[in-house]
């Protein structure tokens, strides 16, 4: 599996901490990685700095109007649909943001599950049957981004799931830090110390819920193995 094929890259941009957030675990929970930025300077930053799939736009982010960035996007011919998430619920804005180029608009409060449904039209995400993978009686679920261990859910971020499903796709071979790095997402600001840390957290999380079939191994001055015990 080629992770940095699959993960696509959403940027919210919300100045409502709550509604950001609401966003980040939906987007997670389908497969996204998201950045939130609560300013127009911050998503001109980040657009700039990341390869974005998906922008999900309020218009009003206290002084600044979030059509000033529609409008970058617009002005650069940029392919990266835009969803409107606002409270402007006035025909006037909703063509505005229409003719402008954005995607779709959505009027504050919406469903989750529409706006997952609206995102899914707009970025052509195939529907797919879950990719299986069994492996010392651990079940993960690639697509659902679910891994269970007797039947039981093991609560992972996204970086320690990416990392697990990676070391047991190349079980009993060595992998370095650096292609666990690139394999994770090479445009992300990881280092060999974050790779680490990842690893030490996911031990303990494996341990605390008795995942006794399957080690990590340090490899002095390389990477880790994972292997059945």
Not at 16 to 38: C, H, K, M, Y
Not at 62 to 85: C, D, N, Q, W, Y
Not at 134 to 157: D, F, M, P, V, W
Request: glycine residues 4%; charged residues 30%; hydrophobic residues 40%.
């Amino acid at each position: 599996m080629n992770y940095q094929e699959q993960i696509m890259k959403a940027l919210i941009v919300e100045d409502d901490p709550g509604i950001a957030r609401t966003l980040q675990v939906n987007l997670e929970l389908e497969g996204f990685e998201s950045f939130w930025v609560s300013s127009l300077s911050q998503a001109f930053e980040k657009e700039s700095q990341h390869k974005i799939d998906l922008v999900l736009l309020d218009l009003g982010l206290g002084t600044e109007s979030g059509f000033k960035f529609l409008e970058h996007m617009v002005a650069k011919e940029s392919r990266v649909p835009v969803i409107i998430l606002s409270a402007q619920t006035d025909e006037e804005s909703v063509v505005k943001g229409l003719e402008m180029g954005a995607k779709d608009y959505l009027r504050k409060p919406f469903g989750t599950k529409e706006l997952i449904a609206r995102i899914k039209s707009v970025t052509k995400i195939p529907q797919k049957h879950d990719e299986k993978i069994n492996y010392a009686g651990l079940c993960i679920l690639t697509n659902k981004r679910s891994i269970q261990y007797n039947e039981r859910h093991i609560n992972l971020n996204r970086r320690e799931f990416d990392i697990l499903n990676f070391l047991i796709e190349n079980a009993d071979n060595i992998v370095s830090r650096e292609t666990l790095v690139q394999a994770i997402d090479k445009d992300a600001e990881i280092f060999d110390r974050t790779i680490d840390s990842h690893i030490s957290h996911l031990r303990k999380k494996l341990k605390k819920e008795q995942v006794d079939s399957i080690k990590i191994s340090s490899v002095y001055g390389v990477g880790y193995r994972l292997e059945k015990r």
